[in-house]
């Protein structure tokens, strides 16, 4: 490491800004914004500082530095970009013994202004030590999108707590102890979903509780996440931040290995299968290992591929712990049927080809196919059939049966938005022996209407070929 990472207190102290150009608005808005009184030195500033002027804790002068301006002075910073100019700032700044830092000029810096992400009260700064700034900010971009908003007013939050905690709990190891299981418990999921005065009834409730050694009676809850169709990329902030705290995760073979190295490391992971006619553990069972876990005072995860209550059995699984008065919340993900076709280069609505879409399983209840035939071969619609690569003859055959055209275009996506997807279009009348030539295995979704056409109309394989989600049957997959 060879810079010493600090947080410095400059509130209602003196920072000295010389220029009146783009990175000298940036360093008066970063000291402004901790607070300090800025001193700004330039004859003619940008229009950037057409605000900046105005501020009540700014002071401009139409004129360079000179040595007493460095008096109560703890901060300087150098922008004229002027080699002579930055020169003698830094030596002015070296005699007065005032930190300073001149932009892009290391050998005039006695620190480095990091990016920094703010989520005040908590900051994130983040420094390549001055050899590649660009790395910095696109580091800097990627945790501004992974660290939600709400986190600052978290921490803002239960700072409000910190002296009843203090006289509460009267050792470090036990505040310690309370305090992350405060952020990472029920505390903290309630203040995120936007409810303060349950997260405040809790924090005091679980205080109580551990000033007198007693355990918290608390129940745990069950987070149900849409895990998307594949795809880690495809998850949202708020299922990837549920995964980063459940204590029991239960995944079964929709979730891909990609998006498990993203759970919690020490969680503890149950798959319950789920693959065809070969259930690791049956529904009920897995509902009722919810509610326990839940008994126990567990975050349970329940991660399914997709989206949780589009044919993910999510609202069966909410019914049995509704019984139970089982906390949960729900997360959406991206279904199969928008991420597969959009990564497969398929519309699934377009003026010209479908006003509408229907989402059907190719599995009943009791594993019965019994489709409602006349309402899924009307015009000018798209078909997608989740769970039917077994039966794709049989549902091809059907659609035919009642109505639809043979030539209908009709195409497989297997495992859909990874880096193995391949498709297989065809039409109604020879999917099914195609689907077969191909060895596919799934998990594919099957995507019937004219829309399929589209997927050569726009050249998806002379610009999707070569990428990471590859086609693999272009030899075989003309219409």
């Known amino acids: 490491m060879d810079h010493l990472p600090i947080f410095l207190d ?71 970009e002027i080699e002579a100019r930055d020169k003698r ?13 001149v932009a892009d000029v290391t050998k ?22 001055g050899n590649a700034p660009v790395i910095a900010r696109i580091l800097r971009a990627r945790i501004e999108v992974m660290l939600p908003a709400a986190y600052g007013r978290l921490a803002a939050f239960v700072g409000g707590f910190r002296d009843r905690v203090m006289q509460k709990l009267k050792s ?37 509780a551990a000033a007198t050694g007693a355990e918290s009676a608390q129940i745990g809850e069950v987070f149900l996440v849409g895990a998307g169709p594949g795809d880690p990329d495809l998850l949202t902030f708020r299922a990837l931040h549920i995964m980063q705290r459940a204590d029991v995760v239960l995944f079964d073979r929709l979730v891909s290995d990609e998006i498990m190295t993203l759970v919690r490391r020490d969680a503890k992971r149950v798959y319950v299968g789920k693959m065809p006619q070969q259930h690791t553990m049956v ?39 509704a019984k139970h008065d ?31 879409c229907v989402l059907i399983t190719a599995h009943g ?10 309402r899924l071969v009307r015009p000018d619609q798209t078909v997608v059939v989740y769970m039917g690569l077994s039966s794709v003859g049989i549902l091809s055959g059907q659609f035919i049966k009642h109505g639809l055209d043979a030539n209908t275009p009709a195409a497989v996506v297997d495992n859909g938005t990874r880096a193995n997807q391949r498709v297989v279009s065809g039409r109604l009348g020879n999917i099914a022996d195609r689907v077969e030539q191909s060895g596919i295995k799934g998990p594919a979704l099957i995507i019937i209407g004219s829309v399929v056409s589209m997927r050569d109309d726009l050249k998806w394989f002379a610009d999707h070929d070569k990428t990471t989600h590859q086609m693999s ?3 075989q997959d003309g219409l």
């Open 283 to 321: 529904q009920e069972d897995i509902s009722e290992m919810m509610v326990e876990l839940a008994k126990q005072g567990k975050r349970v995860l329940r991660l399914k591929g997709g989206d949780p209550f589009i044919f993910g059995r999510g609202g069966e699984e909410l019914e049995l712990l």
């Open 326 to 356: 089982i906390p949960f919340q729900v997360i959406p993900g991206i279904t199969a049927a928008s991420g597969c076709a959009s990564y497969a280069g398929i519309p699934l609505t377009h003026r010209d080809h479908a006003q509408s």
């Open 365 to 374: 209840k009791d594993g019965v196919l019994d489709l409602d035939w006349e």
């Open 108 to 129: 005039y810096c006695d620190f480095i202004t990091p990016s920094v992400v703010d989520r005040s009260p908590l900051v994130v700064a983040i420094s390549s030590g």
């Open 172 to 208: 470090t190891e036990s505040r310690r102890h309370f305090w992350e299981n405060t952020i990472e418990g029920q505390v903290g999921d309630h203040f995120l979903a936007g409810d303060e005065e349950k997260a405040g009834k809790h924090l005091l409730e679980d205080l109580d």
């Open 473 to 475: 049957l272009q030899a």
């Open 10 to 80: 400059v509130k209602g102290k003196k920072v000295l800004v010389d220029g009146g150009n783009t990175p000298a608005a940036r360093r008066v808005e970063r000291a402004l914004s901790a607070g300090a009184h800025v001193h700004v030195f330039c004859p003619k500033m940008s229009d950037e500082f057409r605000q900046l002027r105005a501020h009540p804790r700014v002071t401009h002068h139409l004129r360079a530095p000179e040595p007493a301006d460095f008096e109560d002075c703890v901060v300087a910073y150098g922008a004229s």
């Open 89 to 101: 700032l830094y030596e002015m700044a070296k005699d007065a013994r005032v930190l300073v830092n």
